[in-house]
């Protein structure tokens, strides 16, 4: 039963949540929602950037923006609400590629944060003045500066994520992943600061081979990350995801494609984990994993049930 | 008088048209409609050429080929026909700079000319392209494949010339001109051999200061004319100018800005030249340069104003 808002003290609380797209996105806004800005910082990946049209595209951190700033289209799940497509018509007049599709209006964030990037600002910097246009007041971090391009792994070889993810629409069985550079990458200035400093460390509903791996894939990160309290939100519920491959992912890599499988992935970093209701029956196996279970509605239809489950991640983990 | 369609032979002449922007891409449409697409070449003015939002931006070569591809918008002189700013919209929001205006179809020739480049291809390759994309039959020549800004001297220092014509509008008084780099250009692939080809060279009513000059500047091009026919029509009429700052240009540089004046800067050039029929009082000093003068109404307020006087450049140039 969903604990009552009465008891939460949210004015001192630092929570760091860390996301790829569309359900960790959601699941931030809810958390921004109720906490005062200074005390969220969200640390996004950046495996799935590429460049695409000479622009330098980032996909999570987009939709982390765009939703915070109340811009994101619902129905895609990535680019902006009400955008229209002029030049990607012309582009396909062109004989220009066009099966990643950029709006008019997104791709002005496209162009800007290039040319920015070209000027020799760190992303997390662009990213910062960025979402101060966009009016967002969290603190957004990428992992890091560097370049970490997730490399899906099939029986056709090596694809960049985005060629995977969009060209191929996901349809290739994964046999693994690999975050090329990782291991040169530096945490964005910011990171392991907001790490330490943090209460509560959230593993939003994101992907976890491609979305939160990545970050966490990032020397220096976990070590941050260390003792703290980290509560995970199970982005597969009754062996499905909302949106995204990760249930398809789980079972071809030879997985149960479970909450349970997302708590043992993360069982070493978890000391408490949200699973949905649908998924009740799970529960006592992340008991044995030594991870506190909370069983919830995880589903986020509105922008109240983002706050609803938001507010349930803060009480729960005042509980630890 | 005008003289009649009657007696033209366009099937065995060969045309060279020399134009920077949109007088120029008006007279070329007019030939266009004259000649067949394989006896028309176009030489275009790269001196305009920058790099705006890291996007190579051709401002001539694109008014010349949406202009023949019927997509040039009438009203600006640049750009599209019923283009939309939703990207300069949101670009304006991140504080990017919008003092150029580039509109969303417009936008996609831009993003896939760059990236073209960036293969490596050259910029006569890449226009050659777009063209067919565009359904444009006539060929399109960029002068040079290689970098050649115009310089605008002022009593302020050089300015490039998108910032003086865009952004400065014209303000500053020019002292002079330099194109950066030209000594080095080679005529693109094309250029020579269309020119020895020629049966005819039309120097269109562009600007001779940015857009005509900068064209002959190229090493080479002013040998391959040769001593072929040469036709130029006045784009200064009245002492002023239908779009653009050549009248000014004039003055400022201590000059009467008229067709003379134009006839004067050419007349080394010129076999004849074509002036308004509200300049008929400066046929004789033209005639004086021993250029052939020809009186007609050059302005092209339609489509068929520039067929009537292509129409007449041609069968004049017969008379040669």
């Known amino acids: ?22 359900g960790g996105a959601k699941l931030v806004d809810g958390l921004a929602q109720i906490l005062p800005p200074e005390h969220l910082t969200v640390i996004v990946n950046v495996g799935d950037d590429f460049e695409h049209l000479g622009l330098k595209v980032c ?22 609400i009400d955008d229209t497509w002029q030049m990607l018509d012309s582009l396909s007049e062109l004989g220009g590629p066009n099966w990643f599709r950029i709006g008019d209006r997104d791709l002005a964030l496209h162009l800007e944060r290039t040319q920015r990037l070209r000027m020799g600002l760190p992303l997390s910097q662009v990213t910062h003045d960025l979402c101060e246009r966009l009016g967002v007041q969290v603190r957004v971090l990428p992992v890091t500066d560097d370049q970490m391009p997730t490399m899906v792994q099939t029986a056709f070889g090596e694809l960049l994520f985005q060629d995977y993810f969009v060209r191929q629409r996901c349809e290739p069985a ?14 964005a200035p910011g990171v392991v600061e907001a790490l330490h400093r ?49 249930a398809k992912m789980f079972y071809e890599l030879g997985l149960q494609a479970s909450a349970l499988a997302v708590a043992q992935h993360y069982s070493t970093l978890l000391s408490a984990f949200i699973l949905d209701e649908q998924d009740d029956t799970l529960a006592e196996g992340v008991q044995e994993l030594d991870i506190l279970p909370y069983v ?16 349930e991640v803060l009480e729960f983990s005042k509980l630890l």
Chains 1, 2 share one sequence.
């Open 198 to 246: 943090a209460d509560l460390v959230v593993l939003c509903p994101s992907n976890p081979w491609v979305s939160l791996d990545p970050i966490l894939a990032v020397p220096g990160v976990i070590s941050a990350i260390g003792t703290h309290r980290v509560v995970g939100v199970s982005p597969i519920i009754s062996g499905k995801t909302i949106k995204g491959p990760a």
């Open 174 to 187: 994964v046999t693994g992943f690999r975050f090329a550079g990782v291991d040169q990458a530096r945490p």
């Open 1 to 22: 039963m969903p604990i009552r808002e009465i008891h939460l003290d949210t004015s001192t609380m630092r929570v760091v949540a860390l996301a790829g797209g569309v």
């Open 296 to 311: 919830t509605d995880t589903i986020m239809r509105t922008k109240s049930d983002r706050r609803r489950l938001a507010l």
């Open 59 to 80: 996909p999570d951190l987009d939709t982390v923006c765009y939703t915070l700033a109340g811009l994101a289209n619902p129905e895609t799940g990535w680019g902006r």
